[in-house]
Nanobody
Framework: VDLVESGGGLVQAGGSLRLSCAASGSDVRAYTLGWFRQAPGKEREFVAEINRSASRTYYADSVKGRFTISRDIASNTVTLQMNSLKLEDTAVYYC??????????????WGQGTQVTVSS
């Protein structure tokens, strides 16, 4: 499974960014897809996930109400819409794919990461 992220960049606090992850490979439609992030000096943390049928989503408490994850099953793409961005959202964001839920244990496959920087 290959995961390719796009859409990171620099944005002012309160602004919005949209991240996309194109997934390809065998059985990718069977996987839960999601996003993690890693800020400098911190451990990688769960952000959001969406199941294979796009019927269930989960979010970290820190992003709930501000971020929305969605999935286009036909194109094997997962998107993270990030609104009301805060300085503490600054991190490298990674797309992740796994056979089970990601929030307790990350999946096997990772993208290369995309930088999101929120400025004051």
């Amino acid at each position: 499974v290959d995961l390719v992220e796009s859409g990171g960049g620099l944005v002012q606090a309160g602004g919005s960014l949209r991240l996309s992850c194109a997934a390809s490979g065998s059985d990718v439609r069977a996987y839960t897809l999601g996003w993690f992030r890693q800020a400098p000096g911190k451990e990688r943390e769960f952000v959001a996930e969406i199941n294979r049928s796009a019927s269930r989503t989960y979010y970290a408490d820190s992003v709930k109400g501000r971020f929305t994850i969605s999935r286009d099953i036909a194109s094997n793409t997962v998107t993270l819409q990030m609104n009301s961005l805060k300085l503490e959202d600054t991190a490298v964001y990674y797309c992740n794919a796994g056979a089970a839920g990601l929030r307790s244990s990350s999946g096997r496959y990772w993208g290369q990461g995309t930088q999101v920087t929120v400025s004051s």
